[in-house]
T-cell receptor
Framework: EAQVTQNPRYLITVTGKKLTVTCSQN?????MSWYRQDPGLGLRQIYY???????DKGDVPEGYKVSRKEKRNFPLILESPSPNQTSLYFC?????????????FGPGTRLTVL | QKEVEQDPGPLSVPEGAIVSLNCTYS??????FMWYRQYSRKGPELLMY????GNKEDGRFTAQVDKSSKYISLFIRDSQPSDSATYLC???????????FGKGTRLSVIA
């Protein structure tokens, strides 16, 4: 089944404790991205990657890191989480082509930072 | 002015009604327009995709794009309780640029 998977789905942590949210896709997509979704603010892009070893900042990159060492994986790293990073996070992937701009979203990771 | 404006609702309609959802945008370079549906506790899923201006129909759903007015719409005919969800418009200027989302409109279809 073609899908984007994220782990964990739910995470409660404390301020300053480094964490990684994994994202994996099995559709051989070039393009992957991370979003956060907050009430009243909608979906905002954190980082995106056009291909392996190529990453770019989105609208709200502060406090986050990403890496793209393999095509299928795009982990999101919070080196020192803070309460304002409490949010619902989505990973997405797509072909990244002008005529096929569709993005497929993962199921989401709900993160709470105490 | 935000790039994409979307009324957050909530919008509540009776079953069988025609629903109209809209977004306006300011960036005239946008040429790919999408509507996503997001059920509670789920990730967004693509509902409709339109390139440039015009209409596109898929079953009970019709997407319209008016680039001259910078206005896009999604119409849902014969709405069903299963259509109750948040609908997000999204757009980009090319396949390689980030999607810009509206904040979403929450729709409830009452049986």
């Amino acid at each position: 089944e073609a899908q984007v998977t994220q782990n964990p789905r739910y995470l409660i942590t404390v301020t300053g404790k480094k964490l990684t949210v994994t994202c994996s896709q099995n559709m051989n997509h070039e393009y992957m991205s991370w979003y956060r979704q907050d009430p009243g603010l909608g979906l905002r892009q954190i980082y995106y990657s056009m291909n392996v070893e190529v990453t770019d900042k989105g609208d709200v990159p502060e406090g986050y890191k990403v890496s793209r060492k393999e095509k299928r994986n795009f982990p999101l790293i919070l080196e020192s989480p803070s309460p304002n990073q409490t949010s619902l996070y989505f990973c997405a992937s797509g072909l990244g082509l002008s005529w096929r701009p569709r993005e497929y979203f993962g199921p989401g990771t709900r993160l709470t930072v105490l | 002015q935000k790039e994409v404006e979307q009324d957050p609702g909530p919008l509540s309609v009776p079953e069988g009604a025609i629903v109209s959802l809209n977004c306006t945008y300011s960036n005239s370079a946008f040429q790919y327009f999408m509507w996503y549906r997001q059920y509670s506790r789920k990730g967004p899923e693509l509902l409709m995709y339109t390139y440039s201006s015009g209409n596109k129909e898929d079953g009970r759903f019709t997407a319209q794009v008016d680039k001259s007015s910078k206005y896009i719409s999604l119409f849902i005919r014969d709405s069903q309780p299963s259509d109750s969800a948040t609908y997000l418009c999204a757009m980009r200027d090319s396949g390689n640029t980030p999607l810009v989302f509206g904040k979403g409109t929450r729709l409830s279809v009452i049986a």
